[in-house]
């Protein structure tokens, strides 16, 4: 049967061919990761267009709340993204964040959140390619894990 | 073999002692409980109660958090792990140092009642006496004589810190550490298994969990005047015992004492439904001892390993 | 009184039956605690346990309840009921104290103009079996209470072990319907009744703390400003694992989960115990710390709701008593004032 006529005679599984799409929420410091990610579209490169952007000051204010609550609230994924370290325009701001997202990391893998939801990296404000890669890369990532499950609140 | 009646007495002389010469207003220690296997804490103001302070092997909770926001001269029985978490409150700018005269007592573990109560199958104990290192248990039934070292709490089994790290008047001989005691066996043991696997595993364990927050109530450092799970605006985690939000009550209480754990194994202890939260908070200790080589509650001067940083902390865990 | 008896083996086939007809919650033991759990085969159910760590309360007013669900878009609010159980059910093996204790939050849960639906209707679709108790505990003081080791209040049926059967008795019409489906039981014997009231006695004279409840509520009544209350609370930790446990403790808090736009309205248990409990929206809280708290909870139990509803509301089960984390034990306490 030719694919036309199928979706015709099967309109409520029409909604099956479309391929799920990660939802990723992208915390972003605004000196460094934030103007990089700005790089990236002034200079048109192509990133896949699954994350969403909040601009923090810093990524040493991101609370590991905001990470869980994104978890609970259903985001497949979460990328957060700083200066590098030694580079903090608040000069030690990443480093703080550094020991707080490792413990993170740490026990809710441990718990059994799957490996890949939460995403860290250093991205400068004159690395467009980079944050491009890394964004594809978590998406690639989270793609594999599917939709979360685990935390969510229905 | 120590003699716990020696110590029981010194306590009180101690105690006496203190009050007496008006060092402290208050005396924090342990008395007999009402029930078998049981102690309860005891707060003295007169050198003629101090008979009441107990010593034995059920003097298992951890009275340092009678001491946070208190403003009087308090002298505290400590174990341990009691004085390691004295310690970390006292870094914390929560207790005074000045204001507190620590006894210390050097501990060779406590018993665990609900290990006991599981070997009598629930039957229920109505008397027992620990002596030496044989317990002996009474009930309507039936008289057993169990060998104490199998009974101990099993934050007890894996204390390395059996002495007090600080005091200002140790009562009792030092008892030798266990230096082999390797602590994360059982973390290790679900690290092994499969994500799959331990998210099984917690979602079964914390679904149970009631939301009475004995854990973080007993817990010397919860301390917060206003604990998260309170606040309002903005709602960060719902009160229901809804999976998810239990989950999260648990995963950030767990985050807020990493790097400041000692495994006192209080919360264990009083969780009402019998979660093992250790398998939590253990975790933890070990995450903070792999990181940044951090035993919490060992010195005073000691910073708490997430109050800090260094340029060269570990970063395996970004993405490159 | 009619009654029913059964051979102990036949015990695993009655609850077979039951589980056909209804949906059955009996004791499971969980690790190493009792619990009132769904059970889908007789042998899942044990009777051989003291009591269960939480109380009856739990299967008809849970720790967590959706009272309605909402979504508001421009055309307006629109509500959502949740709906309410329909089929039948059976509570299995609690024992009396507990079912007593249920006599309480069915008064509380129907008072006044307001009745409580999503409790009644549960109520009123289960029947409940009782166990009575062969061998209270140390901690069990129901007799000085109103209650009874073999107490029949709140039960349709009460299961009484003797030795090597049990005695069914049939205490109401709904528990009478029940053995009606169950033709292979046999009707009980005197001898039955004989062995059973013997059972009894010894198990009430097991119980050993009296308290004289008429001289208990006057003395409470100068009690408000003792110097007692400064010694009792200290070593309490505020959390809430008394009232949690207590088979008659049932206030409850009311909150809103969501966003503006979509969400739920849920009831969940709350303590006098909690700090937040009393605050007010000024920043004033009436009961500032742990001693005025604790002696709200005795003071409710054991004088305020008698003097307004004529009982007192504790029924002896001695929950408290052991899942305190700080030993604080509420008979101590009554005893300190009886002795002022």
Known sequence: ?154 | MRNIENIEDSIREVARKLLNEKKVELVIGYEKGTLPLRTAPCFIDNPDDVDKLAWNASCDANLSKYLIGVDKRIGIIAKGCDARSIIVCITEKQIDREKVVIIGIPCAGVVDRKKIEAEVDGEEILEARVTGEKIMVKGKNFEKTLPKKNFLCDSCLTCRHRNPPICDIMVGNKVPEITSAEGFAEVSYLEAKSADDRWAYFTKELGNCIRCYACRNVCPLCYCKECFVDKTLPLWFGKTNDLSDTMIYHIVRVLHVAGRCVDCGACSRVCPMEIDLRALTKKTEKIVKERFNYEAGISLKEVPPLGTFKLEDAQEFVIE | MKAKIMDKNELQDFVDELTKDYKVFAPVKMNRIFRLKEISKGKEACLGYQNTRQPPKEIFFPQTEILFTYKMDKEGVELEDIPLPNEKRVLFGIRPCDARALVFLDRFFSSGDYKDISYLEKREKTTIIGLACNSPLSTCFCTSLGGSPFGKEGMDLLLEDINEKYLIEILSEQGAKLVEHIPWLKDAENADFERAKKISEEAESTIKLKIAVEGLRKKFDSMFDAPLWDQIYQKCIGCGVCTYLCPTCWCFDILDEGTPTCGRRVRIWDTCQFPLFTLEASGLNPRPSGKERMRQRVMHKFNYFPKDFGELVCVGCGRCVQACPVNLDIREIIKAIMNT
Request: proline share 5%.
């Open chain 1, 1 to 154: 049967m030719s694919l036309v006529k199928k979706a015709f005679e099967t309109p409520e599984k029409a909604g099956e061919r479309e391929i799920w799409e990660p939802r990723i929420i992208a915390f972003l410091c605004n000196w460094c990761s934030y103007a990089g990610a700005d790089l990236a579209g002034i200079s048109r490169i192509q990133y896949p267009p699954n994350i969403r952007v909040v601009r923090v000051p810093c990524s040493g204010r991101i609370n590991p709340y905001f990470l869980i609550k994104s978890l609970q609230r259903g985001w497949d994924g979460v990328l957060v993204s700083g200066c590098h370290p030694g580079d903090c325009h608040y000069v030690s701001g990443n480093l703080v964040a550094r020991r707080k997202f490792a413990v993170l990391k740490d026990i809710m893998e441990y718990i059994g959140v799957e490996e890949g939801r939460l995403n860290f990296s250093w991205v400068s404000a004159a690395e467009g390619e980079r944050f491009s890669r890394v964004v594809k890369k978590v998406v690639e990532k989270v793609k594999a894990l599917g939709p979360a499950k685990r935390l969510v609140k229905r």
